[in-house]
């Protein structure tokens, strides 16, 4: 059964950083591209950012530019969401996607 966890959110002041890490499990990770996606209370789901399957290739919607990195480490299989600067605005739940699958999500929130 493919898996895909979320792992590495939590509460964080404005300002502050948080890793988001998304492991994969009988997938073949390597063949995908893969995604960040979030969705806060009474909104859409979105994608924050995306990085090919080799990795050289990203994207980022403009509101985390400059403040969030995705990146993956394909021989172990996981994704990663590296978050700086991080404001009110991006809290939310945060979605690993690759290929047709989702996880299950890891929560967000930035609060003094």
């Known amino acids: 059964q493919v898996q895909l966890v979320e792992s590495g959110g939590g509460l964080v002041q404005p300002g502050g950083s948080l890793r988001l890490s998304c492991v994969t499990s009988?997938?073949?990770?390597?063949?995908?591209?893969m995604s960040w996606y979030r969705q806060a209370p009474g909104k859409e789901r979105e994608m924050v950012a995306a990085i090919s399957a080799a990795g050289d290739t990203t994207h980022y919607v403009d509101s985390v530019k400059g403040r969030f990195t995705i990146s993956r480490d394909n021989a172990k299989n996981t994704g990663f969401l590296q978050m700086n600067s991080l404001k009110p605005e991006d809290t939310a739940v945060y979605y690993c996607h690759a290929g047709a699958y989702w996880g299950q999500g890891t929560q967000v929130t930035v609060s003094s």
């Open positions: 009988k997938f073949t990770f390597s063949t995908y591209a």
